[in-house]
């Protein structure tokens, strides 16, 4: 996670210094691997100062997540020239581009007709089916039946699907949602945004309501135990 604001930082890499492996943390952060005990590992992030961890027995002992807070670096780059008014007539250029090509697939539908929207799923990851099939799917799309449940390739895509929704309902817990909530600030609000980020359960059916109140849930948690 970042150190600055406890929040998650994707795709990091892993690396096993006795089983000499690469692993990659997932779009939200989080990996599980197995290593020998007293291994090391090194933790790289673009954007982050590398770091190296000792694999102890503290790490087996406890059932929470075990947080890595990973430092900012910035990089020193040489002079960018952009000249403005190019990019801006370029910009112009492929607005009218788009406007026209707009305009040549209108459909000229009555007004009381509205288009239906397309899934946000995106194609490459997109499964056969939307859902588990119904067992009459066997007589009428065998092929399809049978891909949904023996084919690896659609099994991974169930699983991208799953990490896209989770992915969409994470981006809701923000730091200024908890902030708001708790009213916290400087160290207790880093404190109360890494309890919120270990014990906090979303689901696909997630919104801003309900992140927000499971968030005060969380914050009531938080001050009860602080309390003790």
Known sequence: MNAADSMPVPFAQIASYKKL?????DSIGEFTII??????????????????VTIC???????KPVLFPMVKISYQIQQVDINAYSTYRKYNEDLKTMHTKAQEMDLKLPADIIMGKGSEIPAPIRPVFAQKPPI?????NPFSYATYYLSKQEKEKRQLVKLFHKDKVRQLLTP???????????????????????????TDKDTYTSVRSKVMELYMDFLNKENK
């Open 35 to 52: 290593l020998p005990l007293n291994d090391s590992i090194k933790i790289l992030a673009l954007g982050f100062e590398p770091m190296v």
């Open 21 to 25: 492996l690469m692993y990659a943390a």
């Open 57 to 63: 027995d503290s790490f087996s002992n406890t059932e």
């Open 176 to 202: 200024d949602i908890m902030q708001e909530v708790s009213g916290l600030e400087g160290e207790k609000l880093q404190q109360f945004m890494i309890y919120c980020n270990v014990n906090i359960q979303l």
């Open 136 to 140: 009459a799917a066997a007589f009428w």
